[in-house]
């Protein structure tokens, strides 16, 4: 199985800072990585597909980039409402797999 | 709207059965390979299931295999998973999900608990 490592396990940020979190693939994934953000008490919501494009309706403040086997997730400026669990998730084999999550406060 | 709607959870003993359903709606079913995946409590997402747009072909996480099976019900649009031989490390939170080679629209959950 590919393993996803993801850090840091945990962050702060102000509002208005940039947030930037990593996600590490056991091999090479060819852009085949998927970011979710989860809400306490909610299910994952999609955000970003394909390493780099934006679901449908999420905010332009998240992007993704990477290749390879290294991929990261930005948040161009922290908003309240952005406070949750982040986690990447590999789609190029099964299993699929997920990053072990990113829970991401406000300072 | 894409909704998903799980159902059929509880509390059920080790080595008992279970099965869980869930209810699409807003978009072509019959066209959309689904999901289960898991989240026991407090810890991260677990994929447990696929199964293809046709219910043809199916994909099973190797901790399952042989004790569940998931199956469709196109003319119904619902999804189920159906889990035997349950153990207290299948205790979680189940969500159905749809997409390809990542997940766009998840239900909100159905929990699981296996204990005596």
């Known amino acids: 199985d590919i393993q996803m490592t993801q850090s840091p396990a945990s962050l702060s940020a102000s509002l208005g800072e940039t947030v930037t979190i990593q996600c590490r693939a056991s091999e090479d994934i060819y852009s085949g990585l998927a970011w979710y953000q989860q809400k306490p008490g909610k299910s994952p919501q999609l955000l970003i597909y394909?390493?780099?494009s934006l679901q449908d309706g999420v905010p332009s403040r998240f992007s993704g980039s990477g290749s390879g086997t290294q991929y990261s997730l930005k948040i161009s400026s922290m908003q309240t409402e952005d406070e949750g669990v982040y986690f990447c998730q590999q789609g190029l084999k099964y299993p699929p797999t997920f990053g072990s999550g990113t829970k991401l406060e406000i300072k | 709207e894409v909704q998903l709607v799980e159902s059929g959870g509880g509390l059920v003993q080790p080595g008992r059965s279970l099965k869980l359903s869930c209810a699409a709606s807003g978009f072509t079913f019959s066209n959309y390979g689904m999901h289960w995946i898991r989240q026991a409590p407090t810890k991260g997402l677990e994929w447990v299931a696929s199964i293809s747009p046709s219910g043809g072909s199916t994909y099973y996480r190797d901790s399952v295999k042989g004790r569940f099976t998931i199956s469709r019900d196109n003319a119904k649009s619902t999804l189920y998973l159906q889990m035997d031989s349950l153990r207290s490390e299948d205790t979680a939170t189940y969500y159905c999900a749809t997409g390809g080679h990542w997940f766009a629209y998840w239900g909100q959950g159905t929990l699981v608990t296996v204990s005596s």
């Open positions: 394909g390493a780099s």
